[in-house]
């Protein structure tokens, strides 16, 4: 069973950046296809992006493509988010994601296919 704890959310101006991380214990990230999702305020939880657990694949929502980038970093044990050109409508707590066995990445779009869920880290960007 792994522990997924994120981190660096924060208060950022239009157009800026941030770096989400998402530190695993228990368990390597390298077993799981790992998955970021986001949450605003009276809204369901929706799919940011994903990395398969083996082989070339990232996906990203298209509300986020050309700006965000997921990574995993297996010596660290963890996954990471770079957000470029924040925009206000990217203000929501971030989640991040662990989902057991192979899947295709059509089934890590679904956050149903997640087992292990971080605590969130909330991101607000300012116009």
């Known amino acids: 069973q792994v522990q997924l704890a994120e981190s660096g959310g924060g208060l950022v101006q239009v157009g800026g950046s941030l770096r989400l991380s998402c530190a695993a214990s228990?368990?390597?990230?390298?077993?799981?296809?790992m998955g970021w999702f986001r949450q605003a305020p009276g809204k369901e939880r929706e799919f940011v992006a994903a990395i398969r657990r083996s082989g070339p694949g990232t996906y990203y929502a298209n509300s986020v493509k050309g700006r965000f980038t997921a990574s995993r970093d297996n010596a660290n044990n963890a996954v990471y988010l770079q957000m470029n050109s924040l925009k206000p409508e990217d203000t929501a707590v971030y989640y991040c994601?662990?989902?057991?066995?192979?899947?295709?990445?059509?089934?890590?779009?679904?956050?149903?296919?997640?087992?292990?869920w971080g605590q969130g880290t909330q991101v607000t960007v300012s116009s």
């Open positions: 994601a662990a989902a057991p066995g192979f899947k295709i990445m059509s089934s890590l779009l679904n956050r149903n296919e997640y087992t292990y």
């Open positions: 228990g368990d390597t990230v390298s077993s799981y296809g």
